[in-house]
T-cell receptor
Framework: NAGVTQTPKFQVLKTGQSMTLQCAQDMNHNSMYWYRQDPGMGLRLIYYSASEGTTDKGEVPNGYNVSRLNKREFSLRLESAAPSQTSVYFC?????????????FGEGSRLTVL | TQLLEQSPQFLSIQEGENLTVYCNSSSVFSSLQWYRQEPGEGPVLLVTVVTGGEVKKLKRLTFQFGDARKDSSLHITAAQPGDTGLYLCAGLTGANNLFFGTGTRLTVIP
């Protein structure tokens, strides 16, 4: 079972460059999320998509854009990368936005911005 | 804004010892989840607690949700090296937003 698959796993960018992180899930989940994880800060929500065709801002959306391409895929784009965006990014999915819904996470994408 | 503070941030113990990890907030949550994350992987759900005062047991792990639904604890009995990892609590607000805690990194030494 693939679950949630993220690409790439590692990326190094220079300040100002752009890139897109790809995420796909094969569990037929309605909701998908992008988080960033920084030391001592836990996981912070960047954007989420409650269902296909909708996206909403999370706690730290500035500098990012997202696209819910279809039910399976949810991409995160950095238009002009900054060193403050150096982080580990996690994509997650859940059946839907239920109060006790379990999140299933990918393995993470480690991004370094020089 | 960090709603959930976990303590301790780091914990290193010998195999067989007991430990408790705390997750505290000034906010009320409709539910609270605990996840464990191993190096190079994403977090994996351990448990969800919903009712104030609720206690759930998962083998050697005991989870408790505070009566006021503002805090939670995770107690591990007779820790084993396989328990090593980053433990994250996550609280769901009334607006259906899930906030993660700062994390506790546990190392169990054989």
């Amino acid at each position: 079972n693939a679950g949630v698959t993220q690409t790439p796993k590692f990326q190094v960018l220079k300040t100002g460059q752009s890139m897109t992180l790809q995420c796909a899930q094969d569990m037929n989940h309605n909701s998908m999320y992008w988080y960033r994880q920084d030391p001592g800060m836990g996981l912070r929500l960047i954007y989420y998509s409650a269902s296909e065709g909708t996206t909403d801002k999370g706690e730290v959306p500035n500098g990012y854009n997202v696209s819910r391409l279809n039910k399976r895929e949810f991409s995160l784009r950095l238009e002009s990368a900054a060193p403050s965006q150096t982080s580990v990014y996690f994509c997650a999915s859940s059946v839907d936005l239920t109060p006790t819904g379990e999140l299933f996470f990918g393995e993470g994408s480690r991004l370094t911005v020089l | 804004t960090q709603l959930l503070e976990q303590s301790p941030q780091f914990l290193s113990i010998q195999e067989g010892e007991n430990l408790t990890v705390y997750c505290n907030s000034s906010s009320v949550f409709s539910s609270l989840q605990w996840y464990r994350q191993e190096p190079g992987e994403g977090p994996v759900l351990l448990v969800t607690v919903v009712t104030g005062g609720e206690v759930k047991k998962l083998k050697r792990l005991t989870f408790q949700f505070g009566d006021a639904r503002k805090d939670s604890s995770l107690h591990i009995t007779a820790a084993q090296p396989g328990d090593t990892g980053l433990y994250l609590c996550a609280g769901l607000t009334g607006a259906n937003n899930l906030f993660f805690g700062t994390g506790t990194r546990l190392t169990v030494i054989p």
